[in-house]
């Protein structure tokens, strides 16, 4: 599955790149770029994919991507639907790893943001009281110029590194062959599947989909993403779970269903599997 080499375009005037986006669908393709990016959701729901990594975000989240990690953002259906009220609201900063000099990152002041740097490569989610601190950085960036832009992103940048809840997101052998062609193929096979997994969805419907014999399919999609298509499908199901789970608004039984799973005993074995806790364990720990 071949991203989509994105160009991230910046001002004459600046090193790096900071932008408000309040649209869901603002580069919602599998895409990478030689820039770091770091994303704050301020508002907005929906499935990441980050190299091959799948789960949720939600409003308050913070992700690191590093450079040349392939990740697509795609907004929940909800947000595309006509006459809908809910609104986008993303702080997006793009920056070379040396575009404060070749020499920057080797000084022994920097070693904990070169560390980071070496991290976020994987992808890394930011969780606890920091999220909150980064996100008033990412916030004051947007109206900053000159000299203060580069201290805030450098103290945004300190403070995820000295933070202890840190999560990497992509496992650790994960390589994409990256070409600069567009390839459209993993954006229909990602797009029909999120609009679809609520159902069974045949081998052959989605070969169809993405132009390839279903034996092709099979060895094409895990030779690119080390999973298989149905374990693609059970990570895609168990994040709308997670989804249901923390509005609350229907019972155990109902929201196993309403994820795409066909019986309760498989929906709490995966569950369990991919979040390390049950469902109703799960729902709990969130609403504390």
């Not at 609104?87 to 040396?98: L, Y």
């Not at 052998?173 to 390839?183: H, I, P, R, Y």
């Not at 066909?262 to 979040?275: A, E, V």
């Amino acid at each position: 599955m071949r991203p989509q080499l994105l160009k991230v375009s910046k001002a004459p005037r600046h090193s790096f790149s900071v932008r408000q986006d309040i649209v869901p669908y603002v580069n919602n393709r599998w895409h990478y770029h030689p820039e770091i990016e770091l994303i704050h959701f301020k508002k907005g729901e929906g499935t990441q994919f980050i190299g091959d990594n799948i789960k949720r975000f939600k409003s308050g989240d913070i992700v690191m991507v590093g450079a040349q990690l392939p990740h697509y953002w795609r907004f929940d259906d909800t947000y595309f639907e006509e006459g809908n009220t809910l609104q986008a609201d993303v702080r997006v900063v793009h920056f070379c790893e040396n575009f404060w000099g070749d020499q920057f990152l080797q000084l022994p002041e920097n070693t904990n943001i070169k560390t980071l740097l070496e991290k976020a490569r994987r992808g890394l989610q930011i969780s606890g009281k920091t999220r909150q601190h980064v996100g008033e950085l990412l916030e004051a960036l947007l109206n900053t110029d000159g000299t203060m832009r580069i201290m805030l992103l450098m103290e945004a940048l300190n403070t995820i590194a000295e933070c202890k809840q840190l999560d990497s997101l992509s496992s650790i052998g994960f390589k994409q062959e990256l070409v600069e062609a567009e390839s459209d193929r993993v954006n229909a096979i990602y797009d029909y599947s999120l609009k679809n997994f609520k159902r069974k969805i045949q081998l052959e419907e989605i070969a169809a989909v993405a132009n390839i014999s279903p034996n092709s399919f099979c060895r094409y999609f895990k030779s690119r993403t080390r999973k298989t298509y149905s374990q693609f499908l059970i990570e895609i199901r168990v994040g709308q779970a997670c989804k249901l789970l923390i509005e609350n608004n229907l019972s155990i039984k109902q929201l196993c269903y309403e994820s795409g799973f066909n019986n309760f005993t498989s929906f709490h074995k995966y569950f369990k599997m991919i979040t390390g806790k049950s469902p109703l364990n799960y729902q709990k720990e969130f609403m504390a």
